[in-house]
T-cell receptor, first 112, second 111 residues
Framework: GQNIDQPTEMTATEGAIVQINCTYQ??????LFWYQQHAGEAPTFLSY??LDGLEEKGRFSSFLSRSKGYSYLLLKELQMKDSASYLC?????????????WGAGTKLIIKP | DVKVTQSSRYLVKRTGEKVFLECVQD?????MFWYRQDPGLGLRLIYFSYDVKMKEKGDIPEGYSVSREKKERFSLILESASTNQTSMYLCASSGSFERQYFGPGTRLTVT
């Protein structure tokens, strides 16, 4: 079957670093996405990985290991506005219609 | 910037009513999607469309139908609303091998 696992909730302190993990089991693989979603709002795109390694974008970085079926999102210098849910999604390469398989999301709580 | 708009942010309907949710995108995207999102369950795909007049069922199509008569517009229809369809409904669009862009969402309450 196809499955994506993320922790349900994490707590971190303002100014610190947090790593949100995502593991996946899919029939094929054609890219992994991270989205941020503030409460009551739509998801917004953060990052995309299709090759192994680390992609850095300012305070946010995303890592992928295809052989391990594993990704993480690293958030540095945490700010209160980073309190949100973080969604991991995988595109299955066998799917020709560009669907994504979504994890349930990780709710990140930032404390002062 | 890509813009995806949805017809309503909040909607309250009665059980048994027919409900229309509309989504419009302005980037000439081929693919459009309707999801519902419930606490603890993440995004669940209801239907998607990869071309005008083409549609495919997602994971939870029961109780829903869709219409795509024009490329920019994708409508979700609840034929006879029920209380278990109370949810946040999100529309998204994407080009080929691109990320999905989301609309602001419609929070539907069925009483």
């Amino acid at each position: 079957g196809q499955n994506i696992d993320q922790p349900t909730e994490m707590t971190a302190t303002e100014g610190a670093i947090v790593q949100i993990n995502c593991t996946y089991q899919t029939s094929g693989f054609n890219g992994l996405f991270w989205y941020q979603q503030h409460a009551g709002e739509a998801p917004t795109f953060l990052s995309y990985n299709v090759l192994d390694g680390l992609e850095e974008k300012g305070r946010f970085s995303s890592f992928l290991s295809r052989s391990k079926g594993y990704s993480y999102l690293l958030l540095k210098e945490l700010q209160m506005k980073d309190s949100a849910s973080y969604l991991c999604a995988v595109r299955d390469s066998r799917d020709s219609n560009y669907q994504l398989i979504w994890g349930a999301g990780t709710k990140l709580i930032i404390k002062p | 910037d890509v813009k995806v708009t949805q017809s309503s942010r909040y909607l309250v309907k009665r059980t048994g009513e027919k409900v229309f949710l509309e989504c419009v995108q302005d980037m000439d995207h081929e693919n459009m999607f309707w999801y519902r999102q419930d606490p603890g369950l993440g995004l669940r795909l209801i239907y998607f469309s990869y071309d005008v007049k083409m549609k495919e069922k997602g994971d939870i199509p029961e109780g829903y139908s869709v219409s795509r008569e024009k490329k920019e517009r994708f409508s979700l229809i609840l034929e006879s609303a029920s209380t278990n369809q109370t949810s946040m409904y999100l529309c998204a669009s994407s080009g080929s091998f691109e990320r999905q862009y989301f609309g602001p969402g419609t929070r539907l309450t069925v009483t």
